[in-house]
């Protein structure tokens, strides 16, 4: 079974910056994609970015030009960082994983950092 631990989140002003950082751990043969969602207070669950394959990426449009997703796949990492905030971007920020662990893919997610904009 594979955890995720997402860190980085906290208060920051407007136009501020945030990195977070998601860590994950257990049996993974492969990665397929790793990526960010957000979840703003009383509202759905919604996708912010993925990274694929290490390299491919892809944003949201409310968050692209702000936002870069990197990830490290040599220690199973992914990160968000996240200028020009607005508080708007509050939200709890989940890190997602699909993975393979042998032959059979998964997917998981973290129990999310709290990311709060506001002056």
């Known amino acids: 079974q594979v955890q995720l631990v997402e860190s980085g989140g906290g208060l920051v002003q407007p136009g501020g910056s945030l990195r977070l950082s998601c860590a994950a751990t257990?049996?993974?043969?492969?990665?397929?994609?790793m990526g960010w969602y957000r979840q703003p207070p009383g509202k759905q669950r919604d996708w912010v970015a993925t990274?694929?394959?290490?390299?491919?990426?892809n944003y949201a449009d409310s968050v692209k030009g702000r936002f870069t997703i990197s990830g490290d796949s040599a220690k199973n990492m992914v990160y968000l960082q996240m200028n020009s905030l607005k508080p708007e971007d509050t939200a709890v920020y989940y890190c997602?994983?699909?993975?393979?662990?042998?032959?059979?893919?998964?997917?998981?997610w973290g129990r999310g950092t709290q990311v709060t904009v506001s002056s």
């Open positions: 997602n994983i699909h993975y393979a662990s042998v032959d059979t893919w998964y997917h998981s």
């Open positions: 257990g049996s993974i043969s492969r990665i397929g994609s």
């Open positions: 990274i694929t394959g290490g390299l491919s990426t």
